[in-house]
């Protein structure tokens, strides 16, 4: 596989584009029709208020930015600094810059929206002020799939960390002089161990994850969420939104519900930039 998408990535982004257009797109659509029945229920339970003929439009869609998706991964692997600096641009970021360095670090949490691997840009953005960043990720299940995706994530600068070693890792790191940075994406669908926080999301009762709260919690440092839009084809940007400056002392739950009421706007301002082939509601 890593041969093939070096090969690819040698093209040009609207090269790739043509290449997601004409084949990927009804490839994942008509030929494989990848997850088609699961991405048509949750969108026709997320959106009750659409008719059929606007959850098919909607659903297309998807489809079409899932294929650019990949083919912007595809892209990354060679993609020079200067150009993803243009591809990603964070906005609002003052706050989130003073209060990292206030408390020596930050949690920021984002979901599968728009480009979510690209959203590793922020490990180069921050460089810039002295922080240093670090991403949670969850190990693919094929050896040699984990081993591209983290060459590929390496490439936008910044450490990365299976979230069962994350605690350990925020402890260690904070001896650091340099504040740290901890990218999270939050809205996956939690394990069958623990006690996940439920809300309605989207209008459907939905479990969450509430590691980003309990690490920033222990750690006292603010969270903070991205608010990721799609500018253009192949440009996005996030925005700092922040949830919590003193996670400590917020009530159990509160940063989490933030988050998904953040996360919930976000897509629908957009709802062809979220992932609605995962397997989200169904445990």
């Given at each position: 596989m890593r041969g093939l998408v070096s090969i690819l990535s040698r093209l040009s982004l609207?090269?790739?584009?043509?290449?997601?257009?004409?084949?990927?797109?009804?490839?994942?659509?008509?030929?494989?029709?990848?997850?088609?029945?699961?991405?048509?229920?949750?969108?026709?339970?997320?959106?009750?208020?659409?008719?059929?003929?606007?959850?098919?439009?909607?659903?297309?869609?998807?489809?079409?930015?899932?294929?650019?998706?990949?083919?912007?991964?595809?892209?990354?692997?060679?993609?020079?600094?200067?150009?993803?600096?243009?591809?990603?641009?964070?906005?609002?970021?003052?706050?989130?810059?003073?209060?990292?360095?206030?408390?020596?670090?930050?949690?920021?949490?984002?979901?599968?929206?728009?480009?979510?691997?690209?959203?590793?840009?922020v490990s180069r953005f921050m460089e810039q002020f002295g922080i240093e960043s670090t991403h949670v990720y969850r190990k693919q299940r094929s050896e040699s799939t984990n081993e591209l995706m983290l060459y590929i994530r390496k490439r936008h600068h910044g450490n990365y960390c299976d979230k069962n070693l994350i605690l350990?890792?925020?402890?260690?790191?904070?001896?650091?002089?340099?504040?740290?940075?901890?990218?999270?994406?939050?809205?996956?669908?939690?394990?069958?161990?623990?006690?996940p926080y439920t809300t309605n999301f989207l209008h459907q009762s939905t479990p969450f994850l509430t590691g980003s709260e309990v690490l920033s919690s222990k750690m006292g440092y603010p969270v903070f969420f991205f608010y990721i839009r799609q500018i253009e084809r192949g440009v996005y940007t996030a925005e700092f939104k922040l949830l919590s400056e003193h996670p400590a002392a917020e009530p159990p739950g509160r940063i989490t519900e933030a988050y998904v009421r953040l996360l919930e706007q976000n897509i629908e301002e957009a709802p062809e930039l979220w992932l609605w082939s995962h397997n989200r509601w169904r445990r």
């Open positions: 609207p090269a790739l584009y043509r290449l997601a257009d004409w084949l990927l797109y009804p490839l994942l659509y008509a030929v494989v029709r990848y997850r088609r029945k699961l991405v048509r229920e949750n969108l026709t339970n997320a959106f009750p208020e659409k008719s059929k003929q606007e959850i098919r439009q909607l659903e297309r869609k998807y489809y079409h930015h899932l294929a650019d998706v990949i083919v912007e991964i595809v892209y990354s692997y060679r993609a020079s600094d200067d150009d993803m600096r243009q591809r990603v641009r964070f906005i609002n970021a003052e706050e989130t810059i003073r209060l990292t360095k206030q408390y020596g670090g930050n949690i920021l949490m984002l979901g599968h929206i728009g480009n979510w691997e690209w959203m590793a840009e350990r890792t925020m402890v260690r790191q904070r001896r650091r002089e340099a504040p740290q940075s901890y990218g999270m994406i939050a809205d996956q669908k939690p394990s069958l161990h623990g006690e």
